[in-house]
């Protein structure tokens, strides 16, 4: 789930200006949209910890996931430069929310003492999508002259990604299902 919002961000951070060159926007403005959508995303990193602290963690995760998604197809319709705070916006808010819910699941599905292990893990193929999906999509924009195709397939397996997020729930130890009044951390 995470590798599919992750291989976004890798393929957005390569090819993002690029794109908008190739969709009339000059690159200096190309240059100026990505910097102002990665301040809006740090911003977004406190909303999403501070969001993280009063709903589901899963709930959210796949709110935005969803909406960095919506962002990625949203660039590929980015032909002016008055259209660029939406995608700062939708974007910025999707990407940067996702980052501290993303790890604190992690910690409170898991624990403590797992926290290494599970990042660990899940970084593998967090890191073979975010390696695999910027060739892809400059592959794919090679071929068909234009990124529109690329983002849009991107953006669809990272939305179908987000949605397992709904899903998920906090594992049960079989210890703490037999011993229920004890807490293992």
């Known amino acids: 789930c995470n590798a599919s919002s992750s291989m976004l961000i890798g393929t957005m951070t390569v090819h993002f200006i690029i794109s908008l060159k190739d969709q009339g926007i000059p690159i200096q403005a190309g240059a100026w949209i990505w910097g102002a959508t990665m301040l809006f995303s740090g911003a977004a990193q406190i909303f999403g910890g501070w969001l993280g602290d009063r709903v589901p963690k899963n709930v959210a995760l796949c709110v935005f996931g969803l909406l960095q998604a919506i962002g990625v197809i949203f660039a590929t319709f980015l032909t002016d430069i008055y259209l660029a705070p939406i995608f700062i916006v939708i974007f910025g808010l999707g990407f940067g929310a996702r980052i501290p819910l993303g790890t604190a699941i992690r910690g409170e599905y898991f624990g403590r003492r797992a926290f290494g292990k599970v990042l660990g893990i899940s970084m593998v193929p967090t890191s073979a999508a975010m390696f695999a999906a910027p060739i892809f999509a400059g592959w794919l924009a090679d071929i068909r002259g234009d990124y529109k195709m690329p983002f849009i397939i991107l953006s669809v397996i990272t939305g179908f990604g987000a949605l397992p997020f709904f899903f998920a729930s906090k594992p049960i130890p ?12």
């Open 174 to 185: 079989k210890q703490i299902a037999k011993y229920s009044s004890k807490n293992p951390e």
